[in-house]
Every structure is written in structure tokens, then in C-alpha cells.
């Protein structure tokens, strides 16, 4: 990692062997005479070496590597390119094509043909110019490579969801504590100027004592992933199947499970269950009630919804009906004297009126910039983002342990300091599940 405004310097240069270093005095005076002309004469340097203009010095920018760059994560990486103190160097995708229409993109934004392309990101990884990497391949990944992307010393900015399970959330955490590097999850509803308003007033107490937080899971199937009829397998140039698969169970190749949306979305789970919109929605109301550092400590399944509470009596419902219509994402915050509901169309429901004094323009839709400006600004500074990894762990671990008594069907206990169910030897064997070789986290 740069240490940002350090300059660097050149190694000494020796002479070849066999010959003196030593010159003598006229030489010496003609060198000397020769290096004040340069020195007294004009220097033109670019503007943009010294950051003048508006532009950042090319010491100071933050070189990015990108795993896994689909639709979203091509969204993701758009808005990273738009960053002045920024440059994408390196591409790793297990499909030829996306390699190539990413290095065509980075190619063309900076009029060069220099970004690198890689199909496997350990290749990637063991570049020591790269600071960061964007993760954006299938969720089936996403713990295992940020994990090996902290461990190759990288900070990580990585899609959600961000963990398999239980044991994945702790170990990204534990893993971003001892390494001190920077995590940010892609749960970027916490940068919006709406969801950012809804949060505050729960939190300062406008909306008086929390009792309730409403959540959209975006589904509450716990259904298996499962194998889909064997297909012929491409040339693992063209599309590496066992590095797809990665540390997943293996089974053979479809291509519906290469572009399914919903292969591993949760764990073994397809579609994710909890994990879909929860990773978002969740994740807000975990800020709303103080609890980054902790996890409801009960879950049930109610009719079409899952009920959880936290330990300081807060209860949180996630349902899929009965909202406001304002847009995908909502989550409503229901205290003793007042309630606000929101969505992605940034606008409100509330209680009263009074509650939306101060409030800022709206925002619609779920832009990533000011979530991308924050975790570069964290790179730089080496501070916490808005979702970083102890964050993201204790959110997702809300979302698994829904998961797990939707699966089971009934009511679990959780403990969110010992990380173990209460006296449940059948949740608790679903904290974690095997990896295949040679993954580990």
C-alpha cells in the first residue's frame, strides 16, 4: 500500500565492473557547469503531475483491480472511474468476454491499451502496485476473495451479499480487524440522503422510544440451490467452470446456473432468502437501533413474515407486503410518538409533518457514488467506512439467522456475543458449511 504523499527516490547507480568510479578535476568542472545549465533552465512539467487544475498527481491516485465485473459490478466500476484521484489498472473475470468488454471500458477512459486482464484473482492479488479491488462476482464468492484480498494486504469494496453464512460474517470481520485494512459491503442505501434522514431521527429520538423496525427481505425462500442437468462444458478460456464454482459444491456445468441470478445468493440458498433485499434494508435498520455491533438474539417465522428481537426489546419485521408504495427497498421506523417509512423513490410517509423539518432534496433510485467517495476517502485516511466489515457481519449475521429459522421453521434463539444458537444443536450446524478445495477463509 502507497503511503500517499511520500516521494519516492531513485537507487543509486554503480559503475560497470572493471571500470573507476573516480573522474578527474576538468571532468568534474564540465559536468558540474553542465548540471547548473539544467538546472537554471525552463522546466516544463504538466500540470497535472503537480495536481494543479483540478487534477490529482499520479502519487497520490489510488490504483483499483476489479474481481468478477457483471452487470452490477460494471455499474459499480463506472462509478469508480468517474474518481479524479483514481485509477483502474487490472481486470480478473472467469468469462472472456466480460475480460474484454472491461478492458475496453478502462482502455477507452484513459486512451491507453495498459489494463491488465487475469482469470484467476490470485494472479491479480500478488500485484503490489494494486491498493484496492472491487468484488462484484457472484455472492458465492464474496467472503473468500475479500478475505484473500486483505490478506494480500488490499482493501476491499465488495457486493452484496457479503458472506455464504454465520462463520463467513465472523471470519471477514476477524479478518479486517487484524489486517487493518479497509471494508466497505455495497449496502449503499446508507449514503442516501433519504434513508440517511429516516436513520437520524430514530437514533436522536425524534420518533420517541424505538419499539419496531420494518425490513423488505425481498423474499423469505429458503429453498437449496441445487444441480441443474449436466451441459458440455466451454474452454476454460472462454468460461473457467471450476473457478466459478470456487469454493462451492461442485456440480456440473449449466449455463443457467453460470448466469443465474440466484446460484448461492444466500449460502447454498437460491434467491438468498432474507439475504436479498435484507443485505439492504437489514443493514438500515441494524444502524437505526444502534446495533452494528450485535444481532437480534430471537428469530420467527409469523404467517408471511419473520419476527426477530433485539436484547434492548426492540422488535424488527421483515415482510414483503403492506408497504407504503414508495419505491423498492422501503423500511419504516416505529417508535412511541411518531413513525417515518421510506424507499428508493427518496420521498416519506410519516406520522406527522412536523418530523420532515431539515430534511434534504430527495434522491431517487440507489446511486453508489457517495458510498464509492467514502470508502476512497477511507483508503486514504485509513478510517472506517459507513459499512464496514464489523458492520456488515452483524447485519448479514441477522439475515443468516432468519434464514435458518425460515429453513427449520420455527422459533431460534441466538446469541450475538458467544455467536451460538441457545440450546439448538440443528441451527447451529447451519452457522457454517464446508468448502471445497483448496478454499479456505
Given at each position: 500500500m502507497?503511503?500517499?504523499?511520500?516521494?519516492?527516490?531513485?537507487?543509486?547507480?554503480?559503475?560497470?565492473q572493471?571500470?573507476?568510479?573516480?573522474?578527474?578535476?576538468?571532468?568534474?568542472?564540465?559536468?558540474?557547469?553542465?548540471?547548473?545549465?539544467?538546472?537554471?533552465?525552463p522546466?516544463?512539467?504538466?500540470?497535472s503531475?503537480?495536481?494543479?487544475?483540478?487534477?490529482t498527481?499520479p502519487?497520490?491516485?489510488?490504483?483499483?483491480?476489479?474481481?468478477?465485473i457483471g452487470n452490477?459490478?460494471?455499474?459499480?466500476?463506472?462509478?469508480?472511474?468517474?474518481e479524479?484521484?483514481?485509477?483502474?489498472?487490472?481486470?480478473?473475470?472467469?468469462?472472456e468476454?466480460?475480460?474484454?468488454?472491461v478492458?475496453?471500458?478502462?482502455?477507452?477512459?484513459?486512451?491507453?491499451?495498459?489494463?491488465?486482464m487475469?482469470?484467476?484473482?490470485r494472479?491479480?492479488?500478488s500485484?503490489?502496485?494494486?491498493?484496492?479491488?472491487?468484488?462484484?462476482?457472484?455472492?458465492?464468492?464474496?467472503?473468500?476473495?475479500?478475505?484473500?484480498?486483505?490478506?494480500?494486504?488490499?482493501?476491499?469494496?465488495?457486493?452484496k451479499?457479503c458472506?455464504?453464512?454465520?462463520?463467513?460474517?465472523?471470519a471477514?470481520a476477524?479478518?479486517?480487524?487484524?489486517?487493518?485494512?479497509?471494508?466497505?459491503a455495497?449496502?449503499?442505501r446508507?449514503?442516501?440522503?433519504?434513508?440517511?434522514?429516516?436513520?437520524?431521527?430514530?437514533?436522536?429520538?425524534?420518533?420517541?422510544?424505538?419499539?419496531?423496525?420494518?425490513a423488505?427481505?425481498?423474499g423469505l425462500?429458503?429453498?437449496?440451490?441445487?444441480?441443474?442437468?449436466?451441459?458440455?462444458?466451454?474452454?476454460?478460456?472462454?468460461?473457467?467452470w471450476?473457478l466459478?464454482?470456487?469454493?462451492?459444491?461442485?456440480?456440473?456445468?449449466?449455463?443457467?446456473?453460470?448466469?443465474?441470478?440466484?446460484f448461492?445468493?444466500?449460502?447454498?440458498?437460491?434467491?438468498?432468502?432474507?439475504?436479498?433485499w435484507?443485505s439492504?434494508?437489514v443493514?438500515?435498520?441494524?444502524?437505526?437501533?444502534?446495533?452494528?455491533?450485535?444481532?437480534?438474539?430471537?428469530?420467527?417465522?409469523?404467517?408471511?413474515?419473520?419476527?426477530?428481537?433485539?436484547?434492548?426489546?426492540?422488535?424488527?419485521?421483515?415482510?414483503?407486503?403492506?408497504?407504503?408504495?414508495?419505491?423498492?427497498?422501503?423500511?419504516?421506523?416505529?417508535?412511541?410518538?411518531?413513525w417515518?417509512e421510506?424507499?428508493?423513490d427518496?420521498t416519506?410517509?410519516?406520522?406527522?409533518?412536523?418530523?420532515?423539518?431539515?430534511r434534504?432534496?430527495?434522491?431517487?433510485?440507489?446511486?453508489?457514488?457517495?458510498?464509492?467517495?467514502d470508502?476512497?476517502?477511507?483508503?486514504?485516511?485509513r478510517?472506517?467506512?459507513r459499512?464496514?466489515?464489523?458492520?456488515?457481519?452483524?447485519?448479514?449475521?441477522?439475515?443468516h439467522?432468519?434464514?435458518?429459522?425460515?429453513?427449520?421453521?420455527?422459533?431460534?434463539k441466538?446469541?450475538?456475543?458467544?455467536?451460538?444458537?441457545?440450546?439448538d444443536?440443528?441451527?447451529n450446524?447451519?452457522?457454517?458449511?464446508?468448502?471445497?478445495?483448496p478454499?479456505?477463509v
Amino acid at each position: 500500500m502507497k503511503k500517499f504523499n511520500l516521494a519516492k527516490t531513485e537507487p543509486a547507480r554503480l559503475a560497470p565492473q572493471g571500470k573507476s568510479n573516480a573522474i578527474d578535476r576538468r571532468q568534474f568542472l564540465k559536468a558540474a557547469a553542465q548540471a547548473t545549465a539544467l538546472i537554471m533552465a525552463p522546466q516544463i512539467v504538466p500540470s497535472s503531475v503537480l495536481g494543479r487544475e483540478g487534477a490529482t498527481p499520479p502519487s497520490e491516485k489510488i490504483i483499483l483491480g476489479a474481481i468478477g465485473i457483471g452487470n452490477r459490478g460494471t455499474y459499480d466500476l463506472t462509478c469508480f472511474l468517474h474518481e479524479p484521484d483514481l485509477k483502474f489498472v487490472a481486470i480478473c473475470d472467469v468469462k472472456e468476454g466480460r475480460r474484454q468488454a472491461v478492458k475496453k471500458m478502462a482502455d477507452n477512459r484513459y486512451g491507453n491499451t495498459d489494463c491488465a486482464m487475469y482469470r484467476d484473482m490470485r494472479e491479480l492479488l500478488s500485484r503490489e502496485d494494486i491498493d484496492a479491488v472491487l468484488i462484484a462476482t457472484g455472492p458465492n464468492w464474496h467472503a473468500t476473495a475479500s478475505i484473500l484480498a486483505a490478506n494480500a494486504g488490499k482493501d476491499v469494496y465488495c457486493e452484496k451479499p457479503c458472506t455464504k453464512n454465520i462463520a463467513q460474517s465472523l471470519a471477514l470481520a476477524e479478518t479486517f480487524r487484524r489486517t487493518g485494512r479497509v471494508f466497505q459491503a455495497g449496502t449503499q442505501r446508507r449514503s442516501l440522503p433519504n434513508f440517511a434522514f429516516a436513520i437520524d431521527l430514530a437514533r436522536r429520538g425524534k420518533l420517541g422510544k424505538l419499539h419496531t423496525l420494518h425490513a423488505h427481505p425481498g423474499g423469505l425462500d429458503t429453498h437449496m440451490s441445487g444441480w441443474l442437468p449436466a451441459e458440455t462444458e466451454p474452454p476454460k478460456e472462454q468460461v473457467d467452470w471450476d473457478l466459478y464454482l470456487g469454493p462451492a459444491a461442485w456440480r456440473p456445468f449449466n449455463a443457467k446456473l453460470l448466469d443465474g441470478f440466484n446460484f448461492e445468493k444466500g449460502g447454498g440458498l437460491a434467491g438468498g432468502g432474507c439475504l436479498e433485499w435484507g443485505s439492504h434494508c437489514v443493514d438500515l435498520c441494524q444502524l437505526a437501533n444502534d446495533a452494528d455491533g450485535t444481532a437480534p438474539i430471537e428469530y420467527e417465522p409469523v404467517g408471511e413474515e419473520l419476527r426477530a428481537r433485539y436484547a434492548n426489546g426492540v422488535n424488527l419485521v421483515m415482510r414483503n407486503n403492506g408497504w407504503a408504495g414508495l419505491g423498492s427497498c422501503p423500511v419504516k421506523f416505529e417508535g412511541e410518538t411518531g413513525w417515518i417509512e421510506t424507499g428508493d423513490d427518496g420521498t416519506f410517509k410519516v406520522s406527522s409533518e412536523d418530523l420532515l423539518t431539515g430534511r434534504k432534496a430527495s434522491i431517487a433510485g440507489y446511486p453508489a457514488d457517495f458510498y464509492v467517495r467514502d470508502f476512497l476517502d477511507c483508503v486514504k485516511s485509513r478510517s472506517q467506512p459507513r459499512a464496514n466489515a464489523e458492520a456488515a457481519c452483524y447485519s448479514h449475521i441477522a439475515c443468516h439467522a432468519a434464514n435458518i429459522a425460515l429453513y427449520l421453521g420455527r422459533k431460534v434463539k441466538y446469541d450475538p456475543i458467544k455467536n451460538e444458537f441457545i440450546g439448538d444443536e440443528q441451527a447451529n450446524r447451519m452457522r457454517s458449511e464446508a468448502l471445497r478445495e483448496p478454499w479456505r477463509v
